[in-house]
C-alpha cells in the first residue's frame, strides 16, 4: 500500500493515508464493552428462525496488529500539532464522514471545509518533515517484519 521510510518525505497524500489507517484500526479494535457481561446466562431465542441461524452472521473485522496499533497512537498525537477545528474535520475524513454531513455539522460549504482539510494535511506534513530524522518512523505498512 503506502510505504514510510526515513528517506522519503512527508507529503499529504501520504499523512492522509496514515490517518485513514489510523481511524481504520480503531474501529476494528474490540470494544470494551463487549466483553462486559451481565449474566453468563445464554441469550434467549425469541424466534425460531434464530435459533437455527437462519440470519446472517454477524462477523467483526480482524483485530489490527501491533504495529498497526502503534501507528495509530503515532498519528493521533499528529493532530494535536494542529487547530481544533482543522483536527475535527481532518479526522471526520479519515472516518469516513461524508462531505454532505459534515456541511451540516460544521455550517460552511464543501469547498471551504476541503480547503481546510488540504490546508491542515499540508501544515501535519511540513511538521513531520520538520522533526529530526531519528524519531521519524522506519516502516512499511502491512509489512509481517514490523
Not at 480482524?62 to 477545528?85: N, Q, V, Y
Request: glycine share 4%; hydrophobic share 45%; proline share 6%.
Amino acid at each position: 500500500m503506502m510505504e514510510a521510510r526515513m528517506s522519503d518525505f512527508w507529503t499529504p497524500e501520504t499523512v492522509k493515508a496514515r490517518l485513514a489507517e489510523a481511524a481504520d484500526s480503531l474501529r476494528r479494535l474490540p470494544s470494551a464493552r463487549l466483553k462486559a457481561r451481565l449474566t453468563a446466562w445464554p441469550d434467549v431465542v425469541q424466534a425460531s428462525a434464530d435459533a437455527y441461524g437462519y440470519d446472517d452472521a454477524a462477523m467483526r473485522p480482524a483485530a489490527p496488529g501491533p504495529a498497526a496499533i502503534s501507528r495509530m497512537d503515532e498519528a493521533l498525537d499528529w493532530l494535536f500539532a494542529i487547530e481544533a477545528g482543522a483536527r475535527r474535520i481532518l479526522w471526520a475524513r479519515a472516518m469516513g464522514v461524508p462531505w454532505r454531513r459534515l456541511e451540516d455539522m460544521d455550517g460552511r460549504s464543501h469547498v471551504t471545509l476541503k480547503r481546510v482539510q488540504d490546508r491542515a494535511l499540508a501544515e501535519l506534513a511540513s511538521h513531520l518533515n520538520a522533526k529530526p530524522k531519528a524519531k521519524m518512523p522506519c516502516i512499511a505498512l502491512h509489512s509481517r517484519n514490523t
